[in-house]
């Protein structure tokens, strides 16, 4: 069953058209995923289709009778409403039973409105709506039922809207960044419900998992066209890359095509017969297709990072609470060079803290934060960029530097990595406020990068980025060989790019676990289904509960570990040996050279040590 039709609409500002002649239809039970970058009109197409505004042609027809929900990037909620009123604000009749129900229930000496109230309950089978509206308010903490929306956090209106369209129960549901402001445990909640309830869906999301997990069919918008994929993410990423690649095919004939007309069209006289028009008008159409390219925008950053010394980051026994919530209880760590950490752990644990006393911006209650003389912080924070009026794109990146050294001697100017993290040099010198929100984020990004740290933190950093994008900057994370401690809720994010985690469990509790998100799910005894195939082609192992026989699961996480120390320890041992090979090393340095030689072999040793231990466990 047809419930939109999008006939030829089209969206443009000034001369930058977004899309045009854009068509298709949302059938009962399709979930649909709507991807694109940032910038080529995806909240501009869902705020049309949901009637929020006018396309400048073309037109969207609705089944009769059709309800419909909307849960935007910033809800609009009445701020003088508490919680409760605002979702017994929903037209859902069942809610309003429930409501007069309960208000019955607070009243005992009216025996008869609660009779009438109980039969109502009982006449359209309230009760088990009731249970799972209270679960509903429960998996997203809205627990204070009589807080004022006005009180609430940018967070807590997302959950509250996101609560009140679900439990409305509408036939088409639209949403845009349903993830944002959710932690994991929400997130995968969410996940489960949408893929056993019967909503109709049709949504921007830029998290992976949940579009491989919950859509049938993905939805693309690139160049202002629309490209249809009958299955998950996985299924989009396989026959994307093979239209690519036919496109490119096309192209390719069509360029020699072009080459053999141009030659005709030289060589024809000026006066034309109709039949000669007619190759005349083919020929425009070739060239066309001939000069048609793909402006992917792939990013290869080849940063030359300032040195690191051998004090990273130390943490002693650091403590921090405000009021009674207790967020850090006497926590200790000592950084080593190129640790790849990612944070994960509910709201209001920490998290967010935890970064901020790293890096200054809140002094801890107890313990000491030492700082390596030679660390140069780079801190991605969720606030974003600072926008002064009438300043341009480049004006903001020029702000921290000009340039930022590559290896082998070469550098990059703030224009190229602008243009490698896809502002082309038309865009450069745009105002900041006309930037969407998640190119307001990609510049933000360039700012951090610019002043060439050695020591990255990103709280949050996948939030209103674009799946091109996010590929844009794993990219960029797997070659940085500095340290990158990330907080996000973005489970792909995770496993790709982390190997080690920190999980605030809450009441100062802070597990340091050995792997990846999924690692530790499986660990939690809850998988999180992998995507056949990521964008760069390659599926990051992750441990089976059936690998590495006889060996428990943290014992199968050191022998991993090991293996890849004792690959680092005989770099250094031979990066060592070939300065006393050089012969370039005096007095002091020829001491200090050969006590780090003399502690990497005791290290080695002991390492061997225990990996044969492990070796030998494993065969039993």
């Not at 660390?375 to 924070?381: D, E, L, P, S």
């Not at 006393?580 to 502690?599: D, T």
């Amino acid at each position: 069953m047809n419930y939109v039709s999008v006939e030829n609409i089209a969206k443009a500002f000034g001369e930058r058209i977004l899309f045009k002649n854009i068509s298709f239809g949302i059938n009962e039970g399709q979930k649909i995923g709507f991807v694109a970058k940032n910038g080529t009109g995806k909240t501009s197409l869902l705020d049309i289709i949901a009637g929020d505004e006018d396309p400048d042609e073309g037109q969207v027809v609705y089944r009769k009778n059709l309800k419909v929900a909307f849960l935007p990037q910033e809800p609009n909620l009445d701020p003088g409403l508490t919680i409760e009123q605002t979702i017994f604000a929903s037209d859902n009749d069942t809610l309003q039973v429930i409501n007069n129900y309960e208000r019955a229930l607070q009243n005992p000496d009216d025996a008869e409105a609660y009779q009438d109230a109980f039969e109502k309950m009982d006449a359209i089978n309230a009760w088990d709506f009731e249970t799972q509206y209270k679960q509903i308010l429960f998996k997203l903490k809205l627990d204070d039922l009589s807080k004022k929306v006005s009180e609430l956090s940018g967070g807590q209106k997302k959950r509250l809207a996101l609560a009140n369209i679900l439990l409305s129960k509408p036939d088409l549901l639209y949403l845009d960044e349903p993830t944002n402001h959710l932690d994991l445990e929400m997130i995968e909640w969410l996940e489960e419900y949408f893929a056993k309830e019967n909503f109709t869906l049709f949504m921007v999301t830029h998290d992976r998992y949940f579009l491989e997990n919950v859509c049938n069919e993905i939805v693309e918008l690139e160049n202002g066209q629309l490209y249809s994929y009958k299955g998950n993410y996985a299924y989009y990423l396989d026959n994307k890359e093979a239209r690519v690649v036919n496109e490119q095919t096309a192209t390719d004939k069509a360029k020699q095509l072009y080459k053999k007309e141009l030659d005709w069209m030289r060589r024809q006289p000026k006066a034309r017969t109709t039949k000669s028009k007619s190759r005349i008008d083919d020929f425009y159409e070739i060239k066309e297709r001939a000069h048609k390219r793909r402006n992917d925008h792939e990013v290869q950053l080849e940063i030359n990072m300032e040195r690191m010394g051998s004090k990273i980051l130390e943490l002693h026994k650091i403590s921090k609470s405000f009021d009674n919530l207790l967020l850090l209880d006497k926590f200790e760590y000592v950084f080593k060079k190129g640790e790849r950490i990612g944070i994960i752990g509910k709201n209001g644990t920490g998290k967010s803290t935890f970064l901020n006393m790293l890096t200054g911006g809140i002094t801890p209650d107890h313990g000491k934060i030492i700082v390596g003389d030679t660390i140069k912080f780079g801190y991605y924070t969720q606030s974003g960029i600072q926008i002064k009026e009438g300043q341009k794109v480049i004006d903001v990146i020029r702000e921290f530097g000009d340039y930022i050294p590559l290896k082998k001697g070469r550098q990059i100017s703030a224009q190229q990595l602008l243009e490698r993290f896809l502002f082309d040099r038309k865009k450069q010198y745009d105002f900041v406020e006309k930037l969407s929100g998640g190119e307001r984020k990609r510049l933000y990004l360039c700012t951090v990068l610019i002043q060439n740290p050695n020591f990255l933190i990103l709280d949050e950093p996948t939030n209103d980025l674009d799946i091109v994008t996010l590929n844009v900057l794993e990219n960029f994370l797997l070659d940085f060989p500095g340290c990158l401690l990330v907080v996000s809720h973005d489970r792909y994010f995770m496993d790709k790019i982390v190997d080690h985690l920190f999980v605030f469990r809450g009441n100062g509790i802070i597990q340091d676990f050995p792997g990846n998100y999924t690692d530790y799910r499986v660990y939690e005894g809850s998988t999180t289904p992998k995507i056949a195939k990521s964008e760069n082609t390659e599926t990051k192992k992750t441990w089976k509960k059936d690998t590495k026989a006889g060996l428990s699961y943290n014992e199968q996480k050191e022998f991993s570990r090991i293996e890849r120390d004792l690959k680092k320890l005989e770099l250094q041992k031979r990066e060592i040996e070939n300065l006393f090979v050089e012969g370039n090393l005096e007095g002091e340095k020829i001491n200090e050279e050969s006590q780090k030689l003399q502690k990497i072999i005791e290290q080695i040793e002991e390492n061997e040590m225990r990996w044969l231990e492990l070796s030998e466990m494993m065969e039993e």
